[in-house]
Every structure is written in C-alpha cells, then in structure tokens.
C-alpha cells in the first residue's frame, strides 16, 4: 500500500476569505466588471416566486427581441418573413411564430447576425467546441461574459463552493489549452480566479501520477470535468491509495455522465456529484441542486424549448433544445437549435427554488443507437454503462453503428491484450438482451481512441442518418 499524503485543506480558508472581500473585488473595479453584483442578484431571483421570474424574464425576452430586430439585419429579415414584429410576442409561446436558428444560419450569416449598435472593442469572438463534427464560430459581447460568470458562480455555490476557493479544472479539450502563461494570467489564476487547469487530454501512468499528486498538493474545493476523463484518473487514484484529494463537490459537464461513473466520483472523491448542462453557445445552462433531483435551469439568463416535429413536448417527453439567449447582445441567440436532447420536468424542487427542471436525454441527437429489432432508440451512453458496469472488466470501449443491424465494439485493453471468452460472451449477451438478438456484433480491438476536438471522448458514434432520433427515445 502506497504511502497516504497528509491533506492541506485547512490552510486556504483565511486567503479565500481575502481574496473574496478585497482581490476579487478590487479585480472587478480595475477592469470594469460586474460579476459579484450580477451573482447576488442570482442568488435573490433563485427563490423568487413563479409570477414574479416570469415577469423578469419576459421583460429581458421582449427587449433582445426589440434589440435583435432594430440592430441585426439576420433577424430583422426573419421577423419581416414572418410577418411579425417583436411586440407580437407577448408571451414565450408567441416564439414560436419565428423559425428556429441553425448552426448553419451562424456560419452563412455571420456579420448579419452581430450587433450594429455594439463597438468591435465590446464583442469577443469564440467557437463551439466542435463535438457535432463542426467547429462553428460565433460572437459574445464582453457585459455577456460577466453574466455567464455569475451564472457559473451560482452553480457552483450549490455544489458548496464560494468565491475565492480553489477550482482544479481536469479538462481533455486542447482547444482550451493556450500554452504557456503570461505573468499577468499567473497572478490571476494565483490570486483572483484561484483556478488551476490540469490538461488531461491523453492520459498515461507518468500524467495520471502528475496530475494526481498536483490535485493534492493544490486541495481544490471544486473540481470541474469531463466524466470520462475523470474515470480514468479516478480509478488510478483509487488504486495509487497513496493520494488524499477530498473536494466539496465535483461539477460534471461535456458528456453524459453515467450511474457508474458518479458512483466511482463519491468512492474516490468522498463527495457529491453535480451533474450540468452547459454549451460553449449559451454558457451554464443547467445544473443539479443539493436535493439531485434533476437540473434547475438558468432560467433568468435563457429560455428553452423542448420541441418534437416542432411541436412542444409535454413534461417527461424528450424533446430537441431550442435556447434563447437573454443576454448575448453581441450575437442575439432566438430560438437556437443547438442539437441536444432534453426532457422538461414538471413539479417543484424540494429545495425551495423557483427555477424550472430539466433532464438531459444522454447526449446528442447523434447519440443514439437505432434498434433492428423495433426501430426503437437507445441511449449509447447507457448501452456502454451496461457493457461496463455489468460483469467481467472488458476495457475502455467505444460502438459504432454502421448499418440498421450491425454495431462495431472498438475496445481498448491496453497492456492486458484481446478479450478472453469470459469477457466476449458477456459483451455478446448484454447486445443480444438489449436489441433481442437483432443485432450483429464485430469486436475490434484498438491502441486507443482518440477524442474529438473538443476533448469529448464520444462512446457512441452513428454512421447511420438522423432525422428524428430524440423520439421514442429509451434508457434501458
């Protein structure tokens, strides 16, 4: 047994308080930002009453609207085709009578859809993180990013961070990797953001180890991730023993996160799991609370819709995301579709917040596997769970589907070579109770397998087209 590295949580406490009351403060005024008041004012709204967000939230609706159609020439366009103008929409359902927008309408229409009104000086230009297979750029103006900000901020107190505690971000998209800091960036990660990135995005034994003695030496009250990444180094700092890594909580985003991989978080973390829902687009768009009882949504920075055949769905159906960005003046979002799944909870929290429920449907609209046996929709992340979580260990796997009624199992076993026997009936057993034996099965055994660029290591990829795959969409 490796030898167990003492803990140094105790010895932040007093920094943080400083760097909340007088660094991060004194930060904001010197370049102008207004995160803190934004973040309270979050902290208030949360357990408004449901007239009351309502009414703040149409009236953030009807001034993008107003702003979206007097200074953008794309949406402009789009309500004049419609025949309407924004004071037509009197209520959230009155969106409807504007098409939704498409990746493909940021990419043809780029300088149509940014803010006349609004100096180049206030716009910052980004990207999605490519993970639909397009890698799309679009424009944030710069009052934008302190709101989404505080919206991160807020998430994270429910998880039990605050302000001026230490974030360890465990991230495998290299796109977020700039190379090598300037003294000034040093400073401000040290004493303002108090944030720490671990790039993670080809892991090996001499990077887990480094990665893992750096977690501990830096005690994080907040890791925040990608859940495959984190099962990985999770299940190295399990069995290293030597490495003591005790968070407040751990913030999952990017991919589905699975029972098993939450499980493993809790053993080796000794904390609660926070699954969220965030997109490079919109920011923090949800988030579990304490209670874990499916994921509040931004609600007062963003409005979405759940829509099947461009109707909406009812609550507990799974239905497309379309998102309306209140805030992002720069490049107004109205009704976006941004390709995810989700499911629209009806009900209250017991936590007391006003803040509407959601559920993310395990992925993408691509993320499904089609069943030969009934046409029916399978989650591949849940399918992937069943392959890992039940029986023999088979290695890290990753299915394609290449045709209505055959799946490739890619797995990599690294050093222990090929399935055995044991492993390969137990593969073909879980494929032929889930899809009742409809489904061909090659096994091929790789290297690797290599993530997207956006860091996203996608355990199911469709070759197949997909027209309509949230309906009828199943976990098994």
């Known amino acids: 047994m490796g030898r167990q590295l003492p803990s140094n949580h105790s010895q932040v406490s007093l920094f943080s308080r400083l760097v909340k009351h007088v660094a991060f403060p004194l930060n904001e005024l010197r370049e102008g930002t207004r995160v803190l008041p934004l973040l309270r004012r979050l902290e208030a709204t ?21 702003h979206a159609y007097h200074n953008t020439i794309f949406h402009r366009r789009r309500f004049d085709e419609a025949g309407i103008r924004p004071e037509d929409v009197r209520e959230f359902d009155d969106l409807r009578l504007l098409p939704p927008m498409s990746k493909g309408d940021i990419v043809r229409h780029q300088r149509e859809l940014v803010a006349r009104n609004l100096p180049p000086a206030q716009l910052r230009r980004t990207a999605t993180g490519g993970s639909t297979g397009t890698h799309t750029p679009f424009v944030r103006d710069k009052d934008c990013y302190d709101v989404k900000r505080a919206a991160e901020f807020r998430f994270n107190q429910w998880i039990g961070w605050h302000v001026g505690e230490k974030v360890a971000v465990v991230w495998p998209a290299i796109q977020d990797v700039y190379g090598p800091e300037t003294l ?52 190295y700092i399990r069995d290293a023993t030597r490495y003591r890594i005790r968070p407040k909580g751990i913030w999952s985003s990017g991919e589905p996160l699975l029972p098993s991989q939450r499980a493993l978080f809790e053993e080796v973390f000794q904390c609660p799991v926070f699954n969220c829902y965030a997109a490079r687009e919109c920011g923090h768009a949800a988030s579990e609370c304490e209670a874990h009882d499916g994921l509040h949504i931004n609600a007062e920075c963003l409005h979405l819709e759940f829509e099947m055949h461009g109707k909406p769905v009812p609550a507990g159906e799974p239905g497309y995301l379309l998102i309306t960005d209140f805030d992002n003046l720069g490049m107004p979002f109205i009704r976006y579709q941004i390709e995810d799944i989700g499911v629209p909870l009806a009900g209250s929290c017991r936590c007391g917040r006003s803040l509407p429920r959601m559920d993310v449907c395990a992925g993408r609209v691509s993320d499904f596997v089609r069943s030969p046996h009934d046409g029916s929709l399978v989650s591949g992340a849940i399918l992937v769970h069943d392959l890992v979580a039940e029986g023999p260990d088979v290695g890290q796997l990753q299915v394609v589907q290449d045709a209505e009624d055959h799946l490739i199992l890619r797995i990599n076993r690294g050093s222990r070579g090929v399935l055995g026997a044991t492993e390969t009936q137990h593969v073909r057993n879980v494929i032929d109770r889930v899809f009742h034996g409809a489904m061909r099965l090659t096994i091929v055994p790789v290297q690797s397998i290599p993530r997207e660029k956006s860091g996203k290591h996608r355990v199911f990829i469709s070759c197949l087209s997909q027209p309509d795959l949230a309906q009828d969409c199943v976990r098994h």
């Open 184 to 235: 000034k960036a040093k400073l401000r990660h040290m004493f303002v953001d108090r944030h720490v990135l671990f790039y993670a995005g080809q892991l090996d034994e001499r990077l887990m180890g480094q990665i893992a003695g750096r977690l501990h030496r830096f005690a994080p009250s907040l890791i925040r991730t990608f859940p495959n990444t984190l099962a990985i180094l999770s299940k």
């Open 46 to 66: 949360q357990y408004a009453d449901a007239e009351s967000l309502h009414r703040l939230r149409l009236e953030k609706l009807r001034a993008l609207l107003q």
